[in-house]
C-alpha cells in the first residue's frame, strides 16, 4: 500500500513541536504493516540544499499562479516530496511565523498550494506514482481533500487533527484566490462563521478523522473543548476516531541517546545523576538534592504556563528548583524570565527550542510539569516516563490516558506512573506539586515511580496497526463502491 502524508513539518528535517515528532516516526512503524509513505511537505530553506541536490522529479505549470517544482529527499528511513515555491516558503522567519514573531500574512495562500500540490500528486501529475490513501494533517494540508473532490478524485483521505484550536480561518474574500469551484464556499464545506476555515473543509471532505488520542476524540464533541467546530465533529461523528499517538522508541532511547551526558536505562538509572549534573551546570542551577521540575512547552496559556509561574515561588519555598525550556506567546515568555530572575539558582528559563537540551532535561530533572488547559495528547510526558522524569499532568486528554496517577490504590498496586491534577487551575496544581515533593522524600516509592514509568511502553507499533486496519478498511470501503463521502460539497 502507498500513502501520501501531507504535512507542514517532519522530524528530523524541520520541526516546531508534537506535529513533526508523529509524522516523521510513524511512516517508520508502518512499514512493518506493508505500508510505504512518501511525505510532502514545503521548501523550507533547511530543506533547500538536499532537495536541490538533484534535478526536479516535475514542474507544475503554476500552482495558485506562482512557479513550482516538485523535489526530493531520500534518507534511510523518509523518503520527502518537497514542494519547491521560492516565493512562499524560501524566506526568512520560522515555518509559520516571520523574523519578528508574526503569522506572515499569506499562510492562506503558502498551505493552500501545498494542498494543492498534494491533490495534483494524488491525481497523478507524478509519472509512474499514484497513492492509495492520502493522509493529511491539521489545517495547513487541510485543504487537500476538498481540491481532490473538486477534481472528481475520489481516493480514500485520512484527517488528522492534531490539535483542534488551530483552524485556519481566513477572510471569505480570499476565496476566489484558491481556484476552488464556488460550491465549495458553502456550510457544507468551508464557510464557517462568515469566513472559511481550512480545517472544516478537510473535516467535511475527508473519508475518516481521527485525532491523537480517543479522550481527545470524544472531549472535542463537546462545547468546551469543541473550539466551536463541535457541530462539525458531531455530523461526522461515525467517522471520528481517537488513535494514541506514540513515539519513535529509537529517537528517545535513554541507552542510546547521543545527547547525554551518560546514557542509561531502567536497570541502570544511577547514569541520571551525571545528566543531572550536566543540566544543573548548563543552566546555573545550584548543585543540591532537591528536586529538579521542568516543563518543555510552548509557553502558551493553552499550556498552562501561567499557572506554572504562580507556582514558581512555592516550588522553591519547598526546596525544589525549576527548569522552563520553549517559546511562545510573548507575554508568557517575558513572565517566565520575569520569574526566573526572583529566584537565581533555583529557577532557569530558556527561550527557543534546542533537541539536545530537551534530551538533557528530561534525563536529569526528576519531574515533567504539564498543567495543559487541554491536550490532545502530548508526547512530552510519553518522552519523560521513558527518562525516567515523573510526570506531574492535568488531567485532560491524552494526558490522562497515559500518565497513571499516584494514589494509594495505584501506588500499592505497582502500577502508578506520575501525578493527577484536576480541576485545571492554579490551587489543582499546587497541590499536586506538593504531593510529588512529598514522594519524592521517600527515595524507595521515587524509584518504584521512576521504574515503573521508564518500563511502560508508548512505541508507535500499536497504533501504527490502528492506522493500517484503517486504511485497510477504507480501501475495502472504496472498493465496495461506498462513496458517500465523494458526492459532498467540494466534489
Known amino acids: 500500500m502507498k500513502v501520501l502524508s501531507v504535512t507542514s513539518e517532519v522530524y528530523p528535517f524541520v520541526k516546531t513541536g508534537g506535529l513533526a515528532d508523529v509524522t516523521g516516526a510513524l511512516p517508520k512503524s508502518l512499514q512493518k504493516f506493508g505500508i510505504r509513505t512518501i511525505t510532502l511537505v514545503p521548501g ?12 526536479p522529479l516535475l514542474v507544475f505549470d ?7 517544482s516538485l523535489r526530493h529527499i531520500q534518507n534511510e528511513d523518509q523518503m520527502l516530496f518537497v514542494l519547491d515555491i521560492p516565493t512562499l516558503f524560501e524566506r526568512p522567519g520560522g515555518l509559520y511565523l516571520d523574523e519578528f514573531g508574526r503569522d506572515f500574512a499569506d499562510n492562506w495562500k503558502r498551505f493552500a498550494a501545498l494542498s494543492l500540490a498534494a491533490a495534483r500528486i494524488a491525481d497523478g501529475a507524478l509519472p509512474g506514482w ?3 490513501i492520502v493522509h493529511t494533517h491539521d489545517w495547513q494540508t487541510a485543504l487537500t481533500s476538498v481540491y481532490m473532490r473538486a477534481m472528481g ?3 480514500p483521505v485520512v484527517a488528522t487533527i ?14 476566489p484566490y484558491l481556484h476552488l469551484p464556488a460550491r465549495a464556499l458553502s456550510l457544507d464545506c468551508l464557510e464557517y462563521y462568515g469566513d472559511m476555515s481550512f480545517l472544516k473543509g478537510g473535516l467535511m471532505t475527508s473519508d475518516a478523522i481521527t485525532t491523537v488520542s480517543p479522550t481527545y476524540a470524544r472531549e472535542i464533541l463537546t462545547p468546551r473543548f469543541g473550539m466551536g467546530m463541535e457541530g462539525v465533529l458531531a455530523s461526522r461523528r461515525d467517522r471520528l476516531k481517537g488513535i494514541l499517538n506514540g513515539i519513535d522508541d529509537e529517537v528517545w532511547d535513554p541507552s542510546l541517546d547521543p545527547y547525554l551526558t551518560q546514557t542509561f536505562d531502567a536497570a541502570t538509572p544511577e547514569g541520571r545523576r551525571d545528566n543531572r549534573i550536566a543540566l544543573c ?7 543540591d538534592e532537591g528536586p529538579i521540575l ?6 502558551t496559556w493553552q499550556k498552562g504556563m501561567d499557572m506554572l509561574a504562580d507556582v514558581a515561588e512555592e516550588i522553591v519555598y519547598r526546596g525544589a528548583k525549576l527548569i522552563v525550556c520553549g517559546q511562545g506567546d510573548a507575554a508568557t515568555e517575558d513572565l517566565m524570565l520575569r520569574t526566573a530572575a526572583r529566584f537565581p539558582g533555583r529557577m532557569a528559563v530558556y527561550i527557543g527550542y534546542d533537541e ?6 528530561h534525563a536529569g530533572s526528576d519531574a515533567v510539569i504539564q498543567p495543559s488547559r487541554f491536550e490532545p495528547c502530548g508526547l512530552t510526558q510519553l518522552y519523560a516516563l521513558r527518562y525516567g522524569s515523573v510526570p506531574i499532568v492535568s488531567r485532560t486528554g491524552g494526558l490522562a490516558e497515559t500518565v497513571i496517577d499516584a494514589n494509594d490504590a495505584a501506588m500499592g498496586a505497582g502500577v502508578a506512573t506520575g501525578f493527577q491534577f484536576h480541576p485545571v487551575t492554579t490551587e489543582g496544581l499546587r497541590h499536586a506539586i506538593r504531593r510529588a515533593i512529598e514522594v519524592f522524600q521517600s527515595p524507595e516509592q521515587w524509584q518504584r515511580l521512576q521504574n515503573q514509568g521508564m518500563t511502560a511502553r508508548f512505541s508507535w507499533d500499536r497504533s501504527a496497526g490502528l492506522y493500517a486496519n484503517l486504511y485497510r478498511h477504507l480501501l475495502d470501503e472504496a472498493e465496495s463502491g461506498n462513496d458517500n463521502m465523494r458526492s459532498r460539497a467540494a466534489g
Open 44 to 55: 523550507y530553506p533547511a530543506l533547500l540544499p538536499m532537495a536541490r541536490a538533484g534535478a
Open 62 to 68: 503554476e500552482i495558485l499562479g506562482e512557479d513550482a
Open 130 to 132: 499514484v497513492p492509495d
Open 153 to 155: 478524485n475520489g481516493l
Open 162 to 175: 492534531h490539535n483542534l484550536a488551530f483552524q485556519g480561518q481566513f477572510a471569505a474574500g480570499l476565496f
Open 281 to 287: 551546570r548548563e543552566l546555573g542551577i545550584d548543585l
Open 294 to 299: 521542568s516543563a518543555v512547552s510552548r509557553l
Open 356 to 361: 539536545r537540551l530537551a534530551h538533557l532535561i
